[in-house]
């Protein structure tokens, strides 16, 4: 079962997906210098973009979800990246694994509210 919580990085360019768990794991860790550990998602795609795979760890162990379309193809997520991993939304992702198209990326929540111990307030 996909989390619904927590981040999910497409990695930016097309890949084997062949891969699988240490593969995968790999491009993560080498690519895109993050640990493939730490509860993200990471989302893959082949160069025709007809499959994608989603590699997660769900606290005991390594999961690979693969989708296969049976008609048309997966956007196009590598093309407007510079390199580094795409940040996607669980919506967004849902909204790519269903075979829709990504045209905008418009936050709609705030964002997460980062607690400061009141100590480390400097006083005004």
């Given at each position: 079962m996909i989390p619904t919580r927590?981040?999910?990085f497409a990695f930016p360019a097309p890949v084997d997906l062949r891969n699988g768990f240490n593969g995968l794991y790999a491009l993560v860790f080498r690519h895109l210098d993050r640990d493939p550990l730490d509860g993200a998602l990471y989302l893959f795609t082949?160069?025709?973009?007809?499959?994608?795979?989603?590699l997660h760890f769900d606290?005991?162990?390594?999961c690979i979800y693969h989708k296969r379309l049976?008609?048309?193809r997966?956007?196009?997520l590598w093309q407007r990246a510079d390199g580094s991993a795409v940040t996607l939304t669980r919506a967004e992702l849902?909204?790519?694994l269903e075979g829709c198209r990504l045209l905008d990326h418009q936050p709609?929540?705030?964002?997460?509210?980062?607690?400061?111990p009141i100590a480390a307030i400097p006083p005004s």
């Amino acid at each position: 079962m996909i989390p619904t919580r927590g981040a999910v990085f497409a990695f930016p360019a097309p890949v084997d997906l062949r891969n699988g768990f240490n593969g995968l794991y790999a491009l993560v860790f080498r690519h895109l210098d993050r640990d493939p550990l730490d509860g993200a998602l990471y989302l893959f795609t082949n160069a025709k973009r007809t499959s994608a795979k989603v590699l997660h760890f769900d606290g005991t162990g390594l999961c690979i979800y693969h989708k296969r379309l049976a008609r048309g193809r997966f956007a196009s997520l590598w093309q407007r990246a510079d390199g580094s991993a795409v940040t996607l939304t669980r919506a967004e992702l849902a909204l790519f694994l269903e075979g829709c198209r990504l045209l905008d990326h418009q936050p709609l929540s705030p964002p997460e509210i980062t607690r400061i111990p009141i100590a480390a307030i400097p006083p005004s």
